[in-house]
């Protein structure tokens, strides 16, 4: 695996237990009581969205789901908000991964700009049928944050795999 | 060899195609929308779940409660002369009703038994911190840090040191949910302090109220106060809640746009005070009847079917 198709790099293999970490740490940001300050990025979609482009067999829509449901009782929003818009986000994420990998770094994160937003379009209409009010246009504003830390996001998480297989201790330099 | 309408055993077992699987997640998740927006019948899953995740919900919220402890370290001390002096003015102001309240309550009971009316309940109230507003950008609700282990329980009204702000909707065990005035779902039975006029206000989102179903030419003026009616048995009679801050009396339209912004700090943090629940009103006249007589009931239906 390399970082993208076009990389000379080969990658380490992914651990799980590091891919469940990230999860739970990016939910557990997600949870910090922000209220209702604008362009706070939702977390815990940046990090799904990103082990769905990296490694498709492995986080999918279940995942989605369950992040999803944690979500919504954290919020307070309606059941089944977040997991559907996880959900969509998963498989777009995960569908589109053959091509997105093919691109430098800022082009990746213009084809998942469109995914967050398309997002938060579907919990706009889901929570707009239930009779909810409108949030205003400056909560999209979390879309375009999530999408700058598309950059930083690939660095951190890809760090274990970066990392040199066999650590030679009487190496001179 | 493969037979003839059977496809070959595939290299890789990768479960489901991935367009089963979204239709698969995505019926699910729509089936739990309805089952909640519809039915509301998912309460005792959200319980579980923020029941298990309590400390870790506290602990995420020690960065910000960290973040304010050390603003108000740093509030100058000519800031909190200030405040004290406004307190002790206000504290004076006050003390001509506050000292005379005991001797005018039992007055109050004396007289009302001489005219043989219903005694007032006396209130109670818990006071709670507001911890949060949650993240929903949809609804206005803040969360508080008593919960049913307290004796909280939905329904109860929370009030701040001015007026009303809000309705608690939900009750976990050591925290509650509190649907502020403001949210587009909430409604509250008012009446203008000025002439006594009746009328309900629900929230306008925008951090505004709106009174609605009032004619055209009703006798309502910006800088009216609004305080509660009690007639929902909810709130306290007399509670104030609002203020007029713009009439619009459109003649094409039949009703009267009145626009209010809440007296108490909604959507501020800080104390609160959950006021205990009424005691239940007394039944309506007609569903008096109907209890009292089921017999007649019977009657009258069975000569309609006649």
Known sequence: MQPTHSSRRILRPVSNWFILLTLFFALLLNLIPFGRLPGIPDWVALVLAFWCVHQPLKVGMAAGFVLGLAMDVADASVMGQHALAYVLLAFAAAGLSRRILWFPLAQQALHVLPMFLAMQLVMLLTRMLGGAEFPGLLWFLSSFTATLFWYPATYVLLTPQFQPEDKDVNRPI | ?306
């Open chain 2, 1 to 306: 060899m493969s037979v003839v309408g059977h496809a070959p055993p595939p290299f890789f077992k990768r479960g489901p195609a991935p367009l089963v699987r979204l239709l698969f997640f995505v019926s699910l998740s729509l089936v739990l929308l309805v089952a909640d927006l519809r039915f509301r019948t998912l309460e005792w899953v959200r319980l579980a779940v923020a029941t298990a995740a309590w400390p870790l919900q506290r602990a995420t919220g020690m960065p910000i409660d960290a973040a304010s402890d050390f603003g108000a370290y740093l509030a100058r001390q000519s800031t909190l002369l200030k405040e004290s002096e406004e307190f002790h003015r206000r504290q004076l102001e006050t003390a001509n009703l506050l000292l005379r309240q005991r001797h005018l309550e039992q007055e109050n009971i004396r007289l009302r038994a001489l005219l043989d009316m219903r005694a007032r309940q006396p209130v109670e109230g818990r006071i709670a911190e507001i911890l949060y507003a949650t993240r929903d950008p949809f609804s206005r609700r803040v969360i508080i840090d008593k919960g049913s282990q307290h004796g909280i329980s939905a329904g109860q009204a929370v009030v701040d040191d001015v007026g009303v702000i809000g309705q608690v909707v939900r009750v976990f065990p050591l925290t509650s949910e509190v649907l502020l005035l403001t949210d587009k779902d909430q409604a509250i039975p008012v009446e203008v302090q000025r002439n006594g006029l009746r009328a309900i206000l629900a929230g306008a989102g925008a951090g505004t109220m709106e009174l609605r179903f009032q004619a055209a030419n009703t006798e309502v003026q910006v800088g009216d106060i609004l305080v509660t009616s009690g007639l929902d048995g909810v709130y306290l009679p007399g509670l104030p809640v609002a203020k007029v801050v713009k009439v619009d009396r459109d003649s094409t339209h039949s009703f009267a746009r009145i626009t209010c912004v809440p007296l108490a700090g909604v959507e501020r943090n800080g104390l609160a005070l959950v006021l205990s629940r009424r005691a239940a009103m007394p039944p309506q006249p007609d569903d008096l009847e109907n209890a009292d007589d089921p017999a007649a009931q019977g009657t009258r239906t069975k000569r309609k079917a006649r």
